[in-house]
């Protein structure tokens, strides 16, 4: 029996009444949105604000994206009930909308050019759309390349640290320095010894993920019961069966969660890489606008940067619940 199915057995049935309330909880984002777009169409802005009615088109496709949902609430229950509990934010999400618009736009309450409004920021991503671009591919690439260095790295340490107690000896008085000290803190000194700026970036992010994952690797294997290893000894595993075979695929959920601090680690660091060193992405960007007072750009920026790190975070759960779903109780969808 599926969750919904469980949900539907144990639920009371409602009342015509409390039916329609449900429904029209689902659709109060819609009106939101449309109370958004009356503030921006009916009351005047302040002499001197001009809008470019982006502001309009993003809330109307908002709208759009949420009454399709809407109506696809109504063929199935499990999209009705996801609806129905997330209607209540989105709704809040449209009138914080309405609200910054009135205090920017149309009072001048919080005043240029600290503070632009929701029309100029998304303006940004059209005027200087081939710059952003170019940024967003840096940083991605800069992200990446230390991510993955870092994440192979620190997978290789944490088996052999976990594993043999040899290793271990040499690593860990280095892992406990490494690990009372922010792997920004190294900057300046990569950024003098490195022969490239990318390649300094790239060991502070890498640093910061291969700690993460040595460490969440390495307690992994330390907790797995001995019984295991023997078990598998009686069956005939030797050497790299037992690490593969055994060790590896029980310390997966560890690993996973190194691979999210570390991602965590990365982001940070990439930020401060590319606001102190490196001459691109979008952290470079960021400090450029904020120092030409381009405020609507930076924001612009600052908005893409946390969608992009929604998106990898996004990314990585996914995989780590499609790698292991076959583990009961680990991953809860």
């Not at 639920?11 to 819609?30: G, H, I, N, Y």
């Not at 990365?266 to 890489?273: D, G, R, S």
């Not at 102190?276 to 940067?305: D, F, H, P, R």
Request: aromatic share 16%.
């Amino acid at each position: 029996m599926t969750k919904d199915e469980l949900r539907e057995l144990e639920s009371a049935p409602k009342t015509p009444f409390q039916m329609f309330v449900d429904r029209l909880v689902c659709f109060s984002p819609v009106i939101a949105g449309a109370l958004a777009l009356a503030e921006y169409y009916w009351i005047p802005n302040l002499p001197g604000n001009e809008s470019t009615n982006v502001y309009a088109m993003f809330i109307c496709a908002l709208m759009a994206a949420v009454f399709a949902v809407f109506i696809a609430s109504f063929a199935n229950k499990k999209v009705f009930y996801t609806l129905r509990y997330k209607a209540p934010f989105y709704s809040f999400i449209f009138i914080m909308f309405l609200a910054y618009d009135w205090l920017t736009l149309k009072t001048g309450i919080l005043v240029l050019p600290y503070f632009p409004w929701v029309d100029q920021v998304l303006h940004a991503f059209i005027s200087d759309r081939a710059y952003m671009t170019e940024c967003t591919i840096n940083s991605l690439i800069l992200l990446f390349t230390g991510y993955f260095t870092g994440a192979g790295l620190g997978l290789v340490t944490g088996v052999a640290c976990g594993y043999n107690r040899r290793v271990n000896y040499w690593i860990a008085p280095f892992m406990k320095l490494l690990g009372a000290i922010p792997s920004t803190t190294w900057l300046p000194v990569v950024m003098v010894l490195a022969s490239t700026l990318f390649k300094g970036s790239v060991f502070i992010i890498a640093l910061g993920v291969w700690f993460s994952v040595t460490i969440a690797t390495q307690t992994g294997i330390n907790n797995i019961d001995k019984s295991y290893f023997e078990a598998a000894r009686t069956l005939g595993a030797k050497g790299s069966q037992l690490v593969f075979r055994i060790a590896i695929p029980f310390v997966m959920p560890n690993i996973f969660q190194g691979l999210t601090q570390g991602m965590s680690s990365a982001c940070t660091a990439l930020l401060v890489a590319e606001m102190i060193g490196v001459e691109s992405g979008l952290g470079w960007y960021i400090t450029w606008q904020k120092s030409w007072a381009q405020y609507g750009k930076m924001y612009a920026a600052i908005v893409l940067i946390c969608v992009i790190f929604v998106v990898v975070n996004a990314a990585l759960s996914f995989i780590r619940r499609r790698v292991l779903r076959w583990q009961e109780g680990v991953v809860h969808e």
